[in-house]
């Protein structure tokens, strides 16, 4: 399994971007897909996941509200649409993806594959 995450860039405060993560392997599906990110100096934050039938989704309390992840299985691609960005956003954005966690983790360590991030940038 391999992942590529991208979207990210510079934006202003208040602007929206949506993140893609594409999947190369098989059996998208049968795949739990998460977002994390890591802020300068910082750890490693859970944001949101995805159950591979898409029906379930779960995020941190912060981003509740203005993060939105969705994926396609047939394009293999999970997404991350973040409004209103704030510069408390700016971190390397990664996807992650499990095939044998039962729940919707929020923990780092549960998911197996990761990808390489894209950086969001966001000025004030």
């Known amino acids: 399994v391999q992942l590529q995450a991208s979207g990210g860039g510079l934006v202003q405060a208040g602007a929206s971007l949506r993140l893609s993560c594409t999947f190369s392997?098989?059996?998208?599906?049968?795949?739990?897909m998460g977002w994390f990110r890591q802020a300068p100096g910082k750890e490693r934050d859970f944001v949101a996941t995805?159950?591979?039938?898409?029906?379930?989704?779960r995020y941190a309390d912060s981003v509740k509200g203005r993060f939105s992840i969705s994926r396609d299985n047939g394009k293999k691609t999970v997404y991350l649409e973040i409004n209103s960005l704030e510069p408390e956003d700016t971190a390397v954005h990664y996807c992650?993806?499990?095939?044998?966690?039962?729940?919707?983790?929020?923990?780092?360590?549960?998911?197996?594959?990761w990808g390489r991030g894209t950086l969001v940038t966001v000025s004030s």
């Open positions: 995805i159950h591979g039938n898409g029906a379930t989704t």
């Open positions: 392997g098989r059996f998208f599906s049968n795949y739990v």
């Open positions: 992650a993806a499990d095939a044998s966690i039962v729940r919707l983790s929020d923990q780092p360590y549960e998911y197996e594959f």
